[in-house]
């Protein structure tokens, strides 16, 4: 009950703040990207494939927004901003001389009606797998949060290969229906529309065929696509390789729920000539319910498993690691399980322990410059702390 009526204050706030910015969406070209993994990359992609094609535009992810020729901080562990926040970068695109405006959808921020009087003219789904559980307390209420951003499109782009959310989206959908997959079964898919990436994994495919599909859409010709999509570079903290001239390789990445951490692992697992060794944790005030399961992947995925701190609030990090512990076997039987839950510590262990042709993925801080310990925000960047492991194990050996 409580939340619904926040969720009506919210609707309310979108509402006074579209007024008074007097409706900026309806003068800009806005594409909305939801989904479980993939927002991020998918919205980067859109935005970088328009700007090659000599579009102006703006876009907002979970990395920040780019507004015109300006990077905004966007705050904390937001991907989705306040309504007023929404509309305020909306009328700043606006000013900014922007046609087209990219924007990260969460389901958190579409249930809350953050994005209310936003005009959508296309909207891209990625996937739908098992997140936000704690909030949206079971998959039916979570895709249904998704759905909202598909209503008033005039066109929406769905993944065919996550079968479940396109069977269930596609008969909610009643504007004009684009799908796309990896296989030949989509309508956008390798054969139909070939694509060369500078980015690993299936899943990253299915990002640029989405992206593809939803700037097609907007009447960019194929050749131009395919020109940009060559020279995408992913967002940082996106399988972010760590070079500092050491025998292993080191990647960060953004992985936090089970399925990203299942592709990314997959992905390096297929790339690694030796031992794979995955460090991550699982965040506090998040659902709990994947826990379990991400220790499972990893148990299926990695050699090497370091679990660690991630944004542990209120709750206490080792009770958070022992719940993903629970997933593990494998690693328990063969003594390549450990729990470190001070991250600084856990990373330089894990660097610690990498031999040559080794590769070495930290997982679920990616972007993030900020580390929740008991309510308060520390300052925390990922990869500048994989660098100090490397320059701190160098200067050892």
């Not at 990219?102 to 739908?128: M, P, W, Y």
């Not at 593990?328 to 660097?351: Q, S, W, Y």
């Not at 900020?370 to 492991?389: K, Q, T």
Request: glycine share 6%; net charge positive; proline share 3%.
């Amino acid at each position: 009950m409580w939340q619904k009526i926040k969720n009506v204050y919210h609707l309310s706030q979108a509402l006074l703040a579209a007024i008074y910015f007097n409706f900026p969406s309806k003068k800009l070209t806005v594409v909305g990207v939801t989904g479980t993994d993939g927002k991020t990359t998918t919205v980067h992609m859109i935005s970088h494939i328009l700007e090659s094609a000599g579009k102006k535009v703006s876009m907002v992810s979970s990395i920040g927004a780019q507004i015109g020729t300006k990077t905004l901080n966007t705050g904390y562990h937001v991907s989705t901003p306040s309504p007023f926040q929404v509309q305020k970068l909306l009328d700043d695109a606006v000013k900014a001389k922007s046609n087209y405006f990219v924007l990260e959808a969460t389901s958190h921020g579409l249930d809350q009606n953050r994005l209310g009087f936003v005009d959508i003219k296309v909207a891209v789904l990625t996937n739908i797998t098992t997140e936000h559980m704690d909030y949206h307390k079971n998959w039916q209420n979570y895709a249904l949060a998704k759905a909202k951003l598909f209503q008033t499109a005039q066109t929406s782009v769905l993944n065919i290969d996550d079968s479940k959310s396109y069977s269930y989206l596609s008969k909610l959908i009643t504007n004009k229906l684009i799908n796309y997959s990896i296989s030949t079964k989509g309508q956008i898919n390798p054969k139909s529309f070939p694509v060369l990436l500078n980015l690993p994994g299936d899943y990253n495919l299915s990002n640029a065929l989405a992206a593809a599909a939803a700037c097609q859409t907007l009447g960019v010709e194929k050749f131009k696509i395919q020109k940009a999509l060559k020279t995408f570079k992913a967002p940082a903290g996106r399988m972010q390789e760590i070079d500092m001239g050491q025998n292993f390789k080191a990647v960060v990445d953004f992985a936090h729920t089970p399925n990203a951490l299942k592709n990314a692992l997959r992905t390096l697992k297929t790339k690694s000539s030796c031992k794979l060794i995955a460090v991550f944790g699982a965040a506090s005030g998040r659902d709990k319910s994947k826990r379990k399961p991400m220790g499972e992947v990893a148990d299926d995925f990695s050699d090497v498993i370091v679990l660690t701190s991630e944004d542990p609030r209120n709750e206490k990090p080792l009770e958070i690691c022992e719940q993903i512990a629970s997933g593990v076997k494998k690693k328990i039987l063969n003594k390549n399980l450990f729990i470190i839950p001070d991250r600084k510590e856990a990373i330089g262990f894990a660097i610690s322990k990498a031999q040559k042709g080794d590769t070495v993925g930290f997982f679920g801080k990616g972007h993030e410059q900020s580390m929740n310990i008991l309510g308060r925000e520390y300052p925390w960047d990922e990869a500048a702390e994989v660098e100090l492991a490397i320059k701190t194990l160098s200067k050892n050996a």
